[in-house]
Nanobody, 126 residues
Framework: QVQLVESGGGLVQAGGSLRLSCAASGRTFSSYAMGWFRQAPGKEREFVAAVSWSGDITYVDSVKGRFTVSRDNAKNTVYLQMNSLKPEDTAGYYC????????????????????WGQGTQVTVSS
């Protein structure tokens, strides 16, 4: 059974940094794309970043240059380093694991992912 457990959220002032972690279990971690999504109250879930099984990385434009996604296959963990945080980054952040080994390459689409974590809240104060 696949489990994804996020950690690292919290309250931070604008301009600050947080590092989110997502520990995975239950499947061969290295074979699957891993993604980060976020959802603010009253808004739809939004793609943030993804790293493919081969290390290809994709970001939504609004976080480019500020966020860095990475994975450690030895630890079955994916990270999201968030710098220069803005109040508009406030949301629940969710990690997700690809539905199929190696994936289709459409890592910005929620439908590419089959497993989701419970989420961790990030609040950025102005």
């Amino acid at each position: 059974q696949v489990q994804l457990v996020e950690s690292g959220g919290g309250l931070v002032q604008a301009g600050g940094s947080l590092r989110l972690s997502c520990a995975a279990s239950g499947r061969t971690f290295s074979s699957y794309a891993m993604g980060w999504f976020r959802q603010a109250p009253g808004k739809e879930r939004e793609f943030v970043a993804a790293v493919s099984w081969s290390g290809d990385i994709t970001y939504v434009d609004s976080v480019k240059g500020r966020f860095t996604v990475s994975r450690d296959n030895a630890k079955n963990t994916v990270y999201l380093q968030m710098n220069s945080l803005k109040p508009e980054d406030t949301a629940g952040y969710y990690c997700a694991q690809g539905a199929f080994p190696y994936g289709s390459g459409r890592y910005g689409l929620a439908g590419e992912y089959a497993q989701w974590g419970q989420g961790t809240q990030v609040t950025v104060s102005s």
